[in-house]
């Protein structure tokens, strides 16, 4: 059986990033300030048009955080963005009103900040994260790292929900089973091409985006790891207690993490992990497309 591919090529973007302690994201890492880039992903489907995935900073970000206690999240992690995405794409060629969909790995400012740039896409993200956060104060969406004024007015009537993941991403990748360490997935597309991957613990309504492309796989999978070392499979460079604190499950956390280096170890090379702030994804590819 030859597997239908209609996704041709993907890029990643960085759209800005923000300066924290690398011990925080990585064990070990010491105090020093590191830059943690905010990458999207932009894919085309031949048929869907361009999927992006997530939007990164946004000038948008410092309009929201000027007030308290918004202002909080801008000094916790000082964020720099040297050009927006909108221009990046422009400069490729790509007026933001043909992006058709903009998936969301989930709500904090550094994923969703650009939402308003794009107007006439189809959003798409999970609804049970998203009713989370709609149940809380102000406060407490900042402490979630949510800025509610980040959405556009139109926000619900523009999203396609989703609350069921029905599908084994092991055996959408033909793998065996494997009990403890499963991931799930509901089809973006039903042409088997796309999917949404529910990765719970980092943030409520977290997902991935698994595409198939030349026959391998990529899964973008967000904030579900930070850095090559949180792939470790012995589970040695594993996120601090201070980034724990900030998790929506940090026991979930590490399931779901548990579940994509067990992904990777049994896919090998017919599966690409991609982390929205792994900087290590550039060495090797720095105009970061992927063919
Ligand atoms: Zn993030």
């Not at 043909?98 to 999970?126: M, P």
């Not at 069921?164 to 092991?170: A, G, I, K, L, T």
Request: include cysteine; charge should be neutral; glycine fraction near 8%.
């Amino acid at each position: 059986m030859i597997d239908y591919n209609p996704i041709k090529q993907f890029k990643i973007y960085q759209a800005g990033h923000c300066t924290h302690p690398g011990c925080v994201a990585e064990k070990g890492c010491g105090i020093e300030p590191r830059e943690f880039p905010a990458y999207v992903a932009l894919i085309e489907h031949e048929r869907y048009g361009l999927i992006l995935f997530d939007t990164g900073y946004d000038p948008e970000f410092f309009v929201q955080t000027r007030s308290f206690p918004e202002s909080l999240y801008a000094r916790t992690t000082p964020v720099t963005l040297p050009v927006p995405l909108v221009e990046q794409l422009l400069a490729d060629g790509i007026d933001q009103k043909v992006i058709r969909h903009l998936v969301l790995s989930h709500f904090h400012a550094d994923h969703i900040a650009g939402l308003k740039r794009f107007t006439e896409a189809t959003f798409v993200a999970d609804e049970r994260g998203y009713r989370k956060l709609m149940t809380m104060g102000r406060w407490r969406q900042v402490m979630q790292g949510f800025l509610k004024g980040l959405l556009p007015s139109d926000f619900e009537s523009r999203t396609a929900f989703v609350n069921d993941y029905p599908d084994s991403v092991r055996s959408i990748l033909r793998l065996d089973a494997w009990k403890y360490c499963n991931l799930q997935a509901a089809p973006l597309f039903k042409d088997g091409s796309t999917y949404l991957v529910n990765l719970p613990g980092h943030a409520a309504g977290h997902i991935g985006l698994l595409f198939r492309m030349n026959g391998k796989w990529v899964l973008l999978c967000g904030d579900a790891y930070w850095t090559q070392g949180n792939l470790d499979p012995g589970g040695n460079g594993r996120p601090s207690w201070l980034a724990r604190l900030i998790m929506d499950s940090p026991r979930q956390f590490d399931t779901t993490l548990d579940a994509i280096v067990r992904l990777r170890l049994d896919a090998g090379d017919r599966l690409k992990v991609i982390g929205s702030h792994d900087s290590s994804i550039a060495q090797g590819n720095p105009t970061l497309e992927f063919v």
